[in-house]
């Protein structure tokens, strides 16, 4: 296995960044002419932009599951399971595209209060409660909401798959 092999196994993302900027690299020096370098690049690069639109769409569910639990009690009875279910699926699929592409672990450290704030919003839409029914700034870390065992009331051992 070469290096950018390695590499495209280790973090996609910074691997698509890589390369586009390689492939936009051979195009200005005119290597393989009949390739068109631009649009190969451009294309290697919205994957990588696709990466980032996952994250932000399974961080956003995310916040907006845990919010609807901790705050909406009167939605536990009837859709607890469906909490757990959705917020662990997300933590999942979460944390494997940052394992897959370590290098957007710091985008979602950047993004997580600007999701967070379109993901309050969305759930007193979805709680139909006034949007001050949730706090303003997130009651929780991103390190707790990937953590599969927060909240404990949420998660008791038995679904901290």
Not at 65 to 82: A, I, N, Q, S, V
Not at 141 to 158: C, I, K, M, N, S
Request: charged share 35%.
């Amino acid at each position: 296995m070469d290096r950018s092999s390695a590499a495209y196994d280790e973090d996609f993302y910074a691997w698509t960044q890589a390369q586009a900027q390689e492939l936009r690299r051979a195009g200005a020096e005119r290597n393989n002419a009949p390739v068109d370098w631009e649009s190969v690049a451009e294309e290697i690069e919205s994957r990588g932009r696709n990466q980032k639109s996952e994250i932000d769409n399974r961080l956003g569910v995310l916040l907006v599951h845990l919010l609807k639990w901790m705050f909406c009690p009167h939605l536990r009875d009837r859709c607890e399971r469906g909490l757990r279910l959705t917020v662990r699926e997300q933590r999942k699929k979460l944390i494997r595209e940052i394992k897959d592409s370590p290098s957007l672990r710091p985008y979602v450290i950047d993004v997580f209060a600007e999701v967070y704030s379109d993901a309050r919003l969305r759930a007193a839409v979805e709680a139909d409660t006034p949007d001050d029914h949730f706090p303003v700034k997130p009651p929780f870390t991103l390190d707790q909401a990937l953590d599969p065992a927060y909240p404990a009331e949420l998660f008791p051992p038995e679904w901290r798959v």
